[in-house]
């Protein structure tokens, strides 16, 4: 998972870029679109958490070069532009690769997986596909979480539901906190201990401490609440209610 901004003011340009990214790596998060340098600089300085920038070269208030003479960053950038003559500035800073405008998915990926290749985030996710092939059983004790620049980890016995939105996961806690954490709900639902977790739908993990009411819904399924209060309505399917009453009941589902 990482954290991209935009450097770019033509907001149809900014857009297209977004939807590319959105289609080729839905795991990118979009974290801000800046349009003028200053407002660039001033952002990468009192922020500085993105992982990639996309930087057009020339803004509306001047060259985006500018933006690095107020602020020193090592975030690695793809610059984009509609010009080619500023190529050999580009690779003076910390550019990945230089995409002409219109840009094309193919040069769009190929700048990716040059950035992914170099990037140090990419040992972590190497380490857990490794763990999901030689410990299926591996049950995770805890979690962990990135707040900006900081790292920290969750207690699985302090998280009360796991869930999806929007292509992202999130872990909730019962003191209320969200964190995004980089699995989908399938590898959470292996990763957890069974007796105190359960995918009670698809876009939910829950533990069961944080079940606080179970009642009969429409066509044989079951409607739950969580405390802390779960963000979307959760129905237990009709196929999965035999399984979630026996985990309800003590009874551990393979």
Known sequence: M??????EDERLVSEELKRMLSAIRP???????LTRVKEAASYIKSTNTADLIFLDIQLSDGISFDVFEQVQTDIPIIFTTAYDEFALKAFELNSIDYLLKPIETEDLEKALQK?????KKQEPEIFSKIREVYQPNFVKKRFLIQQGALYDYIESSDIAFFYSEDKLAFLHTFSGKRYI???TIEQIENFCDRQMFFKVSRSCVANIQS??????????RLKVSCTPEHPHEIIVSRKRVPDFLKWIDGITIS
Do not use: G
């Open 2 to 7: 990482y954290r991209y901004i935009i450097i």
């Open 115 to 119: 950035f992914e290749k170099h990037n």
């Open 27 to 33: 795991q990118y998060i979009h974290t801000a679109t």
């Open 211 to 220: 079940i606080s009411k179970i009642v009969k819904y429409d066509n044989s």
């Open 181 to 183: 954490i980089n699995y």
